[in-house]
């Protein structure tokens, strides 16, 4: 077994810099830019390898654009996008914001004043057309606050033909981990549609993330999409994933610290928690476990470390016996989970790892109590250092 400190973050370089290659690759080929949503995941090694492959990043808020350009000596351009845009964020950004994407006509008009004259200003479209079952990830659910309906935006086209004039360009994210490109195609069709003329005044859509892409070979409604805007209407594409350029690159790594009889199997308490990967509780799904088989005869209930009873993981069967001491690993945790995290009950965020091509471990970051209490408000107060 591996030397390591649990809980941990694992960032596996080699397959972080596979799945950008094929980002990149796919990106070239339908001729669009190619951005990079930190929001997936900030961490420090993520965001400057990142860096490398993309052209640009799409930030959600000022300490995001902070960090990327601290972080990342060349970060292409810089990009805006959120449901309320901070003004602090365009004031200190100023020229050098490249575009600043408004989720509303409101925002766009109070907000206008602070974009800077070299700052393209773009507005998020709600394209009313669902993809996404469950309702708390469908950015076009009814009453979404996810930008502007586009059959409430052709209306007010319709009735003043200058609503746009200052906005150059338009922006939509409309699904969730999806790998069905045949809904992005749609999405595009129906706003072309739609707003013929609003893309005929524009200079750039930004189509989003919200799909893991596959391969070449799985990505051809993809660059039917792209071609749609760039050739029939001139513009440069955007896209901005997040998950997927991050999402496999990461797991989660845990130790066996406790087991007890349940009623139909064993529980494991292991030194993670579902707080240091969100998703699975808001989500409610099982993350793939690294040696679960779906006969094995090993089963165990994988528990979180904190107090709420639903903080667990989900059953799990192995071929051999888990005892205390064994090492789970959470696979594909890489989108959502450090960003999302969070240390209720008291327990530390789980120590930061690369691993190179070669294989080898480097420790970059471990949490301590400190940063903690500097959560709580005390910042750098040496009163509550420990006794
Ligand atoms: C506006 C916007 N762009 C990009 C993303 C990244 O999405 P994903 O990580 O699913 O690719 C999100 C995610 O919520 C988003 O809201």
Redesign the pocket.
Known sequence: MEKLDTPAYVINEKILAADMCLLRQIADQAGCRLLY?P??SSLAPVLTRVAEHVDGF?CSSLFELRLVDKLCSVHGSLHL?SPLIDDAALDEFGDRLNSVTFNSLSQWQDLRPHVSASTSAGLRLNPELSFVHDPRYD?CRSNSKLGVPVSRLAEMIAADRGLLRGIDGL?F?SN??STDFASLLATARHIQDVIPEALEEISWINL????LFQSVEQSAAFFDTVALFRDGFDLQVYI?????AVRRSGTVVATVRDIFPGEDCQIAVLDTSVNHMPEVLEFQFEPDVLGHVDDGVHTYSLAGCTCLAGDSFGQYAFDAPLTIGSQVTFMNMG??SASKAHRFNGVALPTIYTRDETGSLEKIWADDFNEFARNAGKVGSPDIAPA
Not at 208 to 211: A, E, K
Not at 240 to 244: F, K, S, T
């Open positions: 949503s929001k997936a799409a996008v950015p922006h994210h969730c981990e989003g993330g919200g799909y901005e994933p997040g998950a997927a989108a959502y």
